[in-house]
Structure formats: structure tokens, C-alpha cells
């Protein structure tokens, strides 16, 4: 059964950091895109990032909201991914979910999530 | 950017009904489509991909079509654990679009 599990959520001030992480287990992780997506509270859902996998030199690509300030890793020795998060604005303020991207015949999209880390930027 | 856009915001339907939400992208994504369900404090949960095939383990009551721009979900025989929210998302291109979601209501 494929699960992700994120942690690491929290308070943070303005400015601050924080780093999320996403354990993943049930299927090879090495293998799979993951992306982070967040939701603000009452909101719709925001594509943050993704991490290819080795196949792919692990390169990433990022929403212009958070290039410059977050950065999404992965330890596929781990069965992690991670997300680091700096300079963090009032506007973060989010569940973040991270999701596997699976492919068929050329889709490739978000066919598990996990359940969320709540994160809230706040003085 | 790929602008998403879902209607109607919401929906009042009865159980047993058959109800149908469109996406339309502000540009052509071919087949590049997928469709959401999320309850209240749960993660997102794929029915759709491709614009048009089920997602392994999705009833098939759920039903997506269209290509380009336009889209559509079709839920038949509504049942009370489909009153949900639903949205749409592109991956034709970066950054990956949603739209501001259906919201899917009991009459």
C-alpha cells in the first residue's frame, strides 16, 4: 500500500524557516516525481514544486511564489522528500501535501497523496 | 500561465442525481487533465487522468471527457459520500494549474 506521511509542520514568525519532510513507503521511491501542493485555509489547491527522480539528474522546478525562497530535495536512500522553507511569508500559511506523480502511457500526474503538515507563518 | 477555470463554484444536487462540472484552460492542453475529490480535512484523491480515464479503483459512475480546452466530470447516481469538493489540474506545461474548485452540495 502506497503511503506518504509528511511532518516537521508548525509556527513559525515571519522570516523564519522551516524544513517538511515526507516519508514515503510501499513503492519504490526512487523510481517517481514528487511534488509538493499546498491548500490555504478555506482555499484551493497551489502547486509548490517538483523533484525528478535520478533518471532525470533530480532536477527541479518551482512556482514563481516560492522560487528563490523554498527548495525540495529527496534522500531516495531515505524514502524522503523534503521541502525547505525559507523566508516564509504570512501568505505560506498552508496545508502542505506532498504527492507521488505516477505515470501512464504519458500522464503524469498526482496519483497518491499524503495527508498534510499544517504550516502557519505568524508574529 | 495556464489559467483553470471550473464551473460552476457550486453545485446543489440530489442523492440519485446526475451532475456535471466543466473545467476550461485558457489554453490548449490536449488530453493533459486530471480530476480531483477532496472531503473536508482529507488530502486531495485522483478519479480522472487524461481527461478521460478512470483512476484504478474509482467507480466507474465517475466519467471525464474533452480535449483542448474544455472539459468536463460527470458523477451519475449521486450518492451521500459524493457530496464533495472537485477540482481540475493541468500538466501540459509548468507551472501545474488547478482550477478554484466545484464545490459539490445535498439539496
Known amino acids: 500500500e502506497v503511503q506518504l506521511v509528511e511532518s516537521g509542520g508548525g509556527l513559525v514568525q515571519p522570516g523564519g524557516s522551516l524544513r517538511l519532510s515526507c516519508a514515503a513507503s510501499?513503492?519504490?521511491?526512487?523510481?517517481?516525481?514528487m511534488d509538493w501542493v499546498r491548500q490555504a485555509p478555506g482555499k484551493g489547491l497551489e502547486w509548490v514544486g517538483r523533484?525528478?527522480?535520478?533518471?532525470?539528474?533530480?532536477?527541479?522546478e518551482y512556482a514563481a511564489s516560492v522560487k528563490g525562497r523554498f527548495t525540495i530535495s529527496r534522500d531516495d536512500s531515505k524514502n524522503s522528500l523534503y521541502l525547505q522553507m525559507n523566508n516564509l511569508k504570512t501568505e505560506d500559511t498552508a496545508v502542505y501535501y506532498c504527492?507521488?506523480?505516477?505515470?501512464?502511457?504519458?500522464?503524469?500526474?498526482?496519483?497518491?497523496w499524503g495527508q498534510g503538515a499544517l504550516v502557519t507563518v505568524s508574529s | 500561465d495556464i489559467q483553470m477555470t471550473q464551473s460552476p463554484s457550486s453545485l446543489s444536487a440530489s442523492v440519485g442525481d446526475r451532475v456535471t462540472i466543466t473545467c476550461r484552460a485558457s489554453?490548449?492542453?490536449?488530453?493533459?487533465l486530471v480530476w480531483f475529490q477532496q472531503k473536508p480535512g482529507k488530502a486531495p484523491k485522483s478519479l480522472i487522468y487524461?481527461?478521460?480515464s478512470l483512476q484504478s479503483g474509482v467507480p466507474s459512475k465517475f466519467s471525464g471527457s474533452g480535449s483542448g480546452t474544455d472539459f468536463t466530470l460527470t458523477i451519475s447516481s449521486l450518492q451521500p459520500e459524493d457530496f464533495a469538493t472537485y477540482y481540475c489540474?493541468?500538466?501540459?506545461?509548468?507551472?501545474?494549474?488547478f482550477g478554484q474548485g466545484t464545490r459539490l452540495e445535498i439539496k
Open positions: 489554453q490548449d492542453i490536449n488530453n493533459y
Open positions: 510501499g513503492f519504490t521511491f526512487s523510481d517517481h516525481y
Open positions: 523533484t525528478r527522480n535520478k533518471a532525470n539528474s533530480y532536477t527541479t
Open positions: 504527492a507521488r506523480v505516477g505515470v501512464v502511457a504519458g500522464n503524469y500526474y498526482f496519483d497518491y
Open positions: 489540474q493541468q500538466y501540459k506545461t509548468y507551472p501545474i494549474t
Open positions: 487524461g481527461a478521460s
